[in-house]
Nanobody, 126 residues
């Protein structure tokens, strides 16, 4: 059984930083794509950062580009999201997800992914 567990969320002031972590376990093969999505209250869940596991290529939504960085530690089977210069609009539940097939600029859609965690809350105050 595949498990996805996020951690690292919390409350910070605007301008602060957080690093989210995600461990995906229980899958013996490899993921083509790993990603972070977020969902603010009353809004849809949206993709913000993707990582192509075979090449290391990364993709970002425009509103986090330059502030957020997605990375992976293969030895620890952990995906990270470093978030810097946080703003109140970044307040949301953040989700880790993975896809077995494909990755790229069109992988900012939920339906591309196979497994999801329960999320970790990030709250940014002004």
């Amino acid at each position: 059984q595949v498990q996805v567990v996020e951690s690292g969320g919390g409350s910070v002031q605007a301008g602060g930083s957080l690093r989210l972590s995600c461990v995906v376990s229980g899958y013996t093969s490899s993921w083509d794509c790993m990603a972070w999505f977020r969902q603010a209250p009353g809004e849809d869940r949206i993709g913000i950062a993707l990582l192509t596991t075979r090449t290391g290529d990364t993709y970002y939504a425009d509103y986090v580009k330059g502030r957020f960085a997605i990375s992976r530690d293969n030895a620890k089977n952990t995906l990270y999201l470093q978030m810097n210069n946080l703003i109140p609009e970044d307040t949301a539940m953040y989700y880790c997800t993975a896809a077995t097939v494909g990755c790229g600029v069109s992988w900012f859609m939920e339906r591309k992914y196979n497994v999801w965690g329960l999320g970790t809350q990030v709250t940014v105050s002004s």
